[in-house]
Each structure stands twice: as structure tokens, then as C-alpha cells.
């Protein structure tokens, strides 16, 4: 969708580098099929990068040669000629098993692309031969790694900030996996976001002025190659702390299915043009058995998908105000057809480009999270798809001495549909050795059963506890207040355990300083008038531990109310008396109960009496009976780091020695295409340098400036190197062919000096004869100003005329000697010095024009001292008259170096207006001007 040029500028202005040095960012829009890729950098403020087709979108696709790698649509065209080779579709297969189903699937799609099972992760690799075998994660790193070069050509500077897209319905596993291909691509990822919050921020981010305090829902519906998305979001304002009233977006809902997309479009497209073709051909041979004919196929069904249709059904129940279509599919007729009666609108909306949409949203997130630039805030609230809980076991004992038992707990970390990035805190209150507890996914019952499958493990992590133990016996005398984890669900929506630590609290006296004695008589005048003493701050009394759950807004207040209102109210274990809290809480439920407490006995005295001093029969106390009183104890927190050993459950990371491994493969390979593009680029250098001298040769400019000897001794060398290059060039280095390119221009270097040197006198030449030209009269026009009125001093315009004559003398000469010299002489005529004697007069001329804009005429002398004050102001009056007009002085601020020769119209208006300080004559010196300017000589090759 194109946009109006104020948006651009406002774009500019929201834009601001805030260093000068700063580098630019970029996103990826990881999509199955394609991506799209957009940079922000100083000047620019959003912009899709082209690739080398000049396209604005890339298929997601590398084909491995044996020695050499192809991206894009140079990996696709490849896949007809070679689809064993070509390796297309990875969302299919990152953060999973082999197992899996949809990994299954990939394989029932691309027979001929073999992928062998990796025995330490039981993940898929790709089997290029017995040597060459790469993981999906690999793969991806280097589509992430050539989407980096486009965006480096395209911004002409290093980048290595990214925001990379992903869909909302990716697991752990599956967001690992993509920061995993971009750690090994050398990128750092600023953010993964969500696809569906990337468009619903581009979509917010043109829209700004339309949000306000009323609420307004969207639903996005997004159905790309490989998926569908359905998105609610909501649109309003909301305070901030530090950035006053600004725009929010709130993902609500999301609905989605993995496999309802283009490509199983074209998959169905194809497996029906394969049966038609089985049942027309009359050989026995299966189409469906030759990868090649298949290649052509899927390449023919993608062609006529935009005017078929594929069933779907989608149900939405909320009041949406548009339905926004998203993503390539989404063109089908069928599909959008569908769409209108399932939403029951009029219209869908299509006011956001389809295939831009997310790629833009996630270069403007990844400018808000750059250092670099400062942009207008809009507050994102994701939304985290699937609910985390930690669980837990420990041994309780049965009632009437029945024995032990074990108990298994639960307690939610993160609700289905809970916004992030947010920390929370669990607190284990009843483990006083090492234990282990675990982090798993919560209730799954919304997904499907093919979703199950396809999702994987349900457990995360295995968390192992060590140093609990000893922790306790170091702080024996000390109140225990619970091992507390700290996690960590970050703006990526990946879960971390940040630390867990135990926390215990001992009580510490503070002894009565002792007053000064301007103190104490502070405390009894206070008394006398009936004052208070001062109390202890509530600070010193208590040290509560802050709740880490982040609430940045009253809106995420009001969602934490409701979620709190809806849990189901926990029992207590614990008989009643013994005042044992829950195994394990929340920091803000442990929090609220601690800072309540606190303050209740922070308030009461030694008799438990109010802080008002109620009780007292209405009197207060003296200040020598406060001075009696003991101080209250200060609470002192204290905490040990506990040793943390994690186990992952779903789909193991790669270890750092694997990451380092894959890091450098990746690398070795961009060098090893680096250094054949080098090659083919210094190949093809030399072999066009080849054919264009020889050429060069016949043309008359070149044998004006040669003779027939040099000529000769030109040729032969070319026709040596070219037969080197036909017989052994192929196997030549890039430094051989580096150097047989220098040995030649270093033979035509004074051939190409001498005709480049021609080409450039007839400008030259015309731009220094117009400036002494100019210069000229400039100076005769000064000269005439009369006496009371001149402003330039003698020195000033002996120093012009200076420079003219040397400059005049200088030229003549040298285009004298010139002439005299053989055209296969070297010159001595240079542009060089022509632009140097240009440089010099135009700095003398433009200094005597810059002081003419505020001339200061000298006082007229006064001949006879009675005349009046009136006739004082009339002679001045007249002096002022003499200078230039305003509107001719404007045009002198265009005055700049004559390096090109200007044109007629503009030096002649220059001139004129310049002689205008002389007064009389000039209509004269306006036709001198005109007569001389047409005259100007014309500076050819023959006349030199």
C-alpha cells in the first residue's frame, strides 16, 4: 500500500538517530514460503530491502551444491533441475523430534529430500551426502545469515541487531530453536515477535491518532503459505509512568491452525494434476516417483491456486469492529469468500499490505528496542499461548500414624493467555534439604489431538536444587522465609530460570544513639506545646521483599484482579495453630501477607496500644519516658545462592561446543562463497577489461593520443593474457587474476590518462573563461562605485586583480604550450590545475560578494556645519539609497565554485546585477557583457 509523503515525515521526524555513529537495524519476517526483510537506519526510517532480483520478498529456500550455495530465487530455480538438493519449508522442523508428525509429514511431502535422525537430540538432519549433514537450525542460520548481506548492501553498513518474526503458536522448542540459527549466523536478536503482534503494530503505529481511551477490537486474520492465524486485539490508551498517555495494543485471542495454508493448496493441486496425468499417460511408469516431474507440478498447482478454493472453517464471538486480511493466501477468492460468511461482515479489510505488514511492525519494535534511535512509544501486551506451572512432590505424613505418603502439587506460573515480558517468583516454604522441582506446561485441553501430537513434549524442565541443605545449617539461628525462583518469561516469550536463592531473616538491635544536647531541647520544647515524638520510619522497621511481577498499567491491574477473583481458593494443610504457610506461593500473595504483618506491629507500642496512643486517658507521653524506650528491632533480610542444575525435557539445546561447531561451519561456508564470488568478480573484471581495451583500440579518440608502436605493444599483451585466461584461467586464484588485471592497466594507464585528460578541457576551459569573465567585470564595476560609497578596500581589489592576471597569464601559456605539444605527448594541460585556478579566484570573488550583502558606506564629510539636523537626515537618507536593493542582494547567495560552466542566463543576470552598484553606465557594461559572453571560446580537441 503506498503512503502519502506527510506520513514519510513524520516517519523522519519519529526516526531520530540519537548518535551519529549509531548502526542501522533490521527484521525478518521468517515466514515458511518466503520472508520479507526491512531496515532502519539514520535518514532512513523504514524501508523493505530489495534482493538481487530487486524483489521485496525471498523465498525462504538454499540449495547445497557441492561446492558452492544458492539463496532465494536462485535456490528455487534450482529445484527443478535438482529438488534432492534444495531444502525448502524449515518451520516444519525446528525444536522437533524426528518423530514427530509434522516431521513425518515434511518427509511424505519431499521423498527425494532424505533426513536421518541426530542420535543426541533426536532431532532431523539433512543428508547431502555421508559426509555432509546439516540440522535444521544450520539451514536456518544461514537463510538468516544471506538475509543479513541484502540488508547490509541495501543500508551500506554493517548490521547485527535483528527483530525476527515468529507465529504465535510456537512453543519453547520451536523459539529456541530460531534464537539457536540466529546465534549461529552471528546475529543479536533484540526480540522474537509474535507475527500477529508485528502486523497489529504496524497496523496501530499509522493509526496513532485514532486510539484513544475507548477500547476498540480488531481481528487480524492472517493465512499465509504454511498456516492460519486468527488475532483479536484491542486498541486503547493508557497511562505510564514514565511516558504520560500513550497507545496500547492487548492481544486477546488467538486461533490458528499449523496446516491450513497456500502450500497444502499447492500440495493438493499437485497430488490431483499427478493423478489426472497417472490416468491420461499410457506408460506404466508413476509420475509420483520421479521427483523432477513432481518439482514441475508443485511449481504449476502454485501458479493456479489464486482461482481455486480450500474449505476452512473459523468461528469468531466477540464485538469486532473490522476483520484486516493478512498474508499471501488471503488473495484466493475462495478463501475470502468464506471469510465474509463466517464473520458476517459487508466487507473485509484490506487496508494494510498483506505481505509487508509484519516485516514493517518488526523494524519499528526493533528501532524501539535499539539503542540507536529514539521513536514514539506503543506499548505491546502479548500474550503467552499456553500456560506454564511448576510441580512438585514431597513426603507427608497419614493421620493415626498410617505412614507416609507423597504428595504431588501444582501452581501456575503463567496462565494461558497471560502478557509478557513478566517475572515471577515461587516460594518453596517446607524444603529445608535439596529437592527437585519441575516446569511443565499446564492444561493443553484446547488443542486439538493432531495438535498434541505435533506439539510435543508437555514437560520443559527438571529442576535440581543443591546447597539447600548446607544454606539451612549456616543460617540455624535465622527465620527462614522459603527457597524463592525467580523466572523470567522474556520479550521473546521464552521462559528462563533466572536464579533461586534462599532467604532468611534475623532481627538485629540498633542501639540508642545519644542525643545532642540541642536535640534533647528540641524534644522538650515539642512536649511543652503538646507535640508528638517523632516515631521510627515504617523503612527501618521492616525490609519486605519486593514482588517482581511486573504491573506497568492500570489495565494489566485490573486483568491481575480478575485472574486472582477467578482462582479457586487454596487450602492450608497445615492444621490451624500451627502458622505454616502454603509448600510453595507466589512473591505477591507471600508479600502482601508479610508487608500487612509488618505494619500491624510497626504500628502498636509496648502495650499493643495504637500508634494515635489511645488508652492513655487522652495524654501523650513526656519526651523523658520516650527517651526510656527501646528502639524496635530492624528486620534484616539475608540470602544464599542455590546451585541450579537444569534438565531439559522437551528438545535439548545444542551444547556450547555444538553451538561453536555449527558456528564455524556456517562460517567457513560465507567464506568459501565469499571467496568464489571474489573470484567469479575478478574473472569477469579481467575478462571485460579485455574485450573493451581491445576495442578501445580502433576507436579514433584512442589513436589520436597513440601511436601505432604502443598500440602494437597494447595488443599483444592483451592477446597473451587472454589466452592465458582461456587455458588456465579456470583454475586460477583470485590473486592470479587480481594480478593480471593490474599488469594491464598499469600498460594502458597513460593511453586512457591522455584521452580522459582531452575529454575534460572543453568544460574546464569554459568554466575558468566564464569566471575571469565575470570576475572581470565585477572588478571594473567595483572600481566605478564613487568614492562616498565604496565599501571594498584598495587592497581587497588589487588582490582580485591579482589573481585574474596570474590566472589569465596562466592559461594562455599553458594552453600555448599545449598546442605545441603531439597529441601522443603527455599533457601538461591537467584538469587538475584548471580546478585549482578555479578554486582560488572563486574563493577571492565569493569573500567580495559576501561583503557586498551588508555594505557599511563611508560618512559623507559635511562642507557646511550650519545646516540643519533635517538636511543632516536628508544626506543620509540619500547615501542609503545607493545601496543594492534587497532583492537583488538575494540572488547573491547563490553564488557558488564555477566547477561546471554555468549558464548564460544565470551569469549574465549575476553580472548585470553586480555592475548595478556603479551607477551610471549600465546600460553600457550590461551590452559589453552580453556581446563577451557570446563570444566565449569553444575549446576543442583539434584546436589545442
Request: charged share 35%; glycine share 6%.
Amino acid at each position: 500500500m503506498a503512503l502519502p509523503m506527510w506520513t514519510w515525515s513524520f516517519f523522519f521526524l519519529m526516526f531520530i538517530p540519537l548518535q551519529t555513529d549509531s548502526l542501522a537495524v533490521m527484521s525478518v519476517d521468517l515466514g515458511s514460503e518466503w520472508m520479507k526483510i526491512a531496515i532502519v537506519k539514520p535518514g532512513v526510517p523504514m524501508e523493505i530491502v530489495l534482493n538481487k532480483e530487486s524483489r521485496r520478498k525471498t523465498p525462504v529456500a538454499v540449495a547445497l551444491k557441492e561446492n558452492e550455495r544458492l539463496f532465494g530465487e536462485s535456490a528455487v530455480a534450482m529445484n527443478v533441475k535438482n529438488p534432492s538438493i534444495v531444502i525448502q519449508y524449515l518451520q516444519n522442523l525446528l525444536g522437533k523430534k524426528i518423530d514427530n508428525p509434522q516431521v513425518k509429514r515434511y518427509q511424505h511431502w519431499f521423498p527425494y529430500r532424505e533426513l536421518v535422525k541426530e542420535e543426541k537430540r533426536e532431532t532431523s538432519l539433512f543428508k547431502l551426502s555421508e559426509e555432509t549433514l546439516y540440522s535444521a537450525e544450520e539451514v536456518l542460520g544461514m537463510v538468516l545469515n544471506y538475509s543479513r548481506s541484502l540488508a547490509q548492501e541495501f543500508a551500506e553498513q554493517p548490521i547485527k541487531d535483528v527483530v525476527i518474526t515468529v507465529p504465535p503458536f510456537f512453543n519453547q522448542a520451536e523459539r529456541r530453536a530460531v534464537l539457536h540459527a540466529a546465534q549461529m549466523a552471528g546475529l543479536k536478536v533484540l526480540q522474537l515477535i509474535n507475527d500477529n503482534a508485528a502486523v497489529a503494530l504496524n497496523y496501530g503505529v499509522f493509526r496513532r491518532k485514532d486510539i484513544n481511551a475507548t477500547a476498540q477490537n480488531i481481528m487480524f486474520y492472517d493465512m499465509g503459505s504454511g498456516s492460519s492465524t486468527a488475532t483479536i486485539v484491542t486498541y486503547q490508551t493508557t497511562k505510564t509512568k514514565d511516558a504520560g498517555t500513550q497507545p496500547q495494543l492487548q492481544i486477546r485471542g488467538v486461533g490458528f491452525d499449523r496446516t491450513l495454508g497456500g502450500f497444502e493448496m499447492d500440495l493438493r493441486l499437485r497430488d490431483h494434476l499427478a493423478k489426472r496425468f497417472n490416468e491420461q499417460k499410457k506408460t506404466k511408469k508413476n509420475v509420483m516417483e520421479n521427483p523432477r516431474a513432481m518439482a514441475k507440478l508443485l511449481k504449476e498447482a502454485n501458479r493456479v491456486k489464486t482461482v481455486l478454493s480450500a474449505n476452512a472453517d473459523h468461528i469468531a464471538q466477540e464485538d469486532i469492529e473490522q476483520v484486516i486480511l493478512v498474508g499471501g493466501a488471503t488473495r484466493v477468492p475462495k478463501v475470502q469468500e468464506a471469510l465474509l460468511k463466517v464473520v458476517d461482515k459487508k466487507e473485509l479489510g484490506k487496508n494494510i499490505n498483506a505481505d509487508e505488514a509484519a516485516a514493517m511492525g518488526a523494524v519499528y519494535q526493533a528501532a524501539a528496542l535499539s539503542k540507536a534511535f529514539r521513536v514514539k512509544p506503543f506499548i505491546i501486551r502479548d500474550a503467552a499461548m499456553y500456560p506454564i506451572q511448576v510441580e512438585f512432590s514431597r513426603e507427608v505424613e497419614e493421620e493415626e500414624g498410617a505412614g507416609k505418603s507423597i504428595k504431588h502439587n501444582k501452581r501456575i506460573l503463567f496462565h494461558r493467555m497471560a502478557p509478557y515480558p513478566q517475572r515471577k517468583v515461587i516460594t518453596f516454604n517446607r524444603y529445608t534439604d535439596d529437592f527437585e522441582f519441575y516446569v511443565n506446561y499446564g492444561d493443553l485441553n484446547f488443542l486439538s489431538q493432531d495438535d498434541l501430537r505435533v506439539f510435543g513434549s508437555q514437560n520443559l524442565t527438571t529442576v535440581k536444587l543443591k546447597g539447600v541443605g548446607e544454606s539451612f545449617k549456616k543460617h540455624a539461628d535465622e527465620e527462614s522465609k522459603g527457597i524463592k525462583a525467580h523466572f523470567n518469561m522474556d520479550e521473546s516469550g521464552v521462559l528462563y530460570l533466572d536464579r533461586v536463592e534462599s532467604v532468611f531473616e534475623t532481627i538485629v538491635e540498633e542501639k540508642a544513639e545519644e542525643e545532642s544536647t540541642l536535640t534533647k531541647l528540641g524534644n522538650t520544647i515539642s512536649s511543652l506545646f503538646g507535640g508528638r515524638s517523632t516515631e521510627p520510619e515504617k523503612d527501618n522497621v521492616t525490609d519486605s521483599v519486593q514482588e517482581e511481577e511486573e504491573g506497568p498499567n492500570e489495565a494489566e491491574k485490573e486483568e491481575s484482579k480478575e485472574k486472582e477473583s477467578s482462582k479457586p481458593e487454596e487450602a492450608n494443610e497445615e492444621k490451624k495453630g500451627e502458622g505454616k504457610s502454603e509448600e510453595s506461593q507466589t512473591e505477591g500473595e507471600k508479600s502482601e501477607k508479610s508487608e500487612k504483618a509488618d505494619s500491624q506491629d510497626a504500628g502498636k507500642g509496648e502495650d499493643g496500644k495504637g500508634e494515635d496512643g489511645k488508652g492513655q486517658e487522652g495524654t501523650s507521653k513526656s519526651a523523658k519516658d520516650e527517651e526510656k524506650e527501646p528502639k524496635p528491632a530492624r528486620k534484616m533480610k539475608k540470602s544464599d545462592d542455590i546451585g541450579v542444575e537444569l534438565n531439559i525435557n522437551d528438545v535439548l539445546d545444542p551444547s556450547d561446543e555444538e553451538l561453536y561447531a555449527s558456528q564455524k561451519k556456517l562460517q567457513d561456508l560465507a567464506d568459501r562463497d565469499h571467496e568464489r564470488n571474489e573470484r567469479e568478480k575478478a574473472a569477469n573484471t579481467l575478462e571485460t577489461f579485455i574485450f573493451e581495451t581491445k576495442d578501445k583500440l580502433y576507436q579514433e579518440e584512442y589513436q589520436l593520443v597513440s601511436t601505432e608502436q604502443e598500440r602494437e605493444e597494447i595488443s599483444e599483451k592483451l592477446g597473451q593474457v587472454s589466452d592465458w585466461y582461456d587455458e588456465d584461467g579456470y583454475a586460477a586464484s583470485t590473486k592470479d587474476l587480481k594480478e593480471k588485471l593490474s599488469e594491464l592497466k598499469k600498460l594502458c594507464k597513460n593511453l586512457f590518462f591522455k584521452v580522459e585528460e582531452r575529454k575534460k578541457w572543453p568544460d574546464r576551459l569554459a568554466a575558468l573563461d566564464s569566471l575571469l569573465n565575470h570576475s572581470t567585470f565585477f572588478l571594473r564595476g567595483a572600481r566605478m562605485l564613487p568614492e562616498d560609497d565604496q565599501f571594498f578596500t584598495e587592497i581587497e581589489l588589487t588582490t582580485l586583480e591579482k589573481v585574474i592576471n596570474e590566472t589569465t597569464t596562466w592559461k594562455n601559456e599553458t594552453v600555448t604550450q599545449q598546442n605545441k605539444l603531439s597529441p601522443t605527448e603527455m599533457p601538461i594541460l591537467l584538469s587538475k590545475d584548471i580546478e585549482l585556478k578555479l578554486g582560488l579566484l572563486d574563493r577571492e570573488v565569493k569573500y567580495l560578494l559576501n561583503k557586498a550583502k551588508f555594505p557599511k558606506p563611508k560618512p559623507k564629510k559635511e562642507k557646511n556645519t550650519t545646516k540643519s539636523e533635517s538636511d543632516k537626515n536628508g544626506a543620509t537618507e540619500d547615501a542609503e539609497k545607493v545601496i543594492p536593493p534587497q532583492e537583488k542582494q538575494d540572488d547573491l547567495d547563490e553564488v557558488k565554485p564555477a566547477k561546471e560552466p554555468p549558464t548564460v542566463d544565470k551569469t549574465e543576470d549575476t553580472a548585470s546585477e553586480t555592475l548595478e552598484l556603479g551607477g551610471p553606465g549600465k546600460e553600457t557594461s550590461e551590452k559589453k557583457i552580453e556581446g563577451e559572453t557570446q563570444s566565449k571560446t569553444d575549446y576543442k580537441n583539434d584546436e589545442l
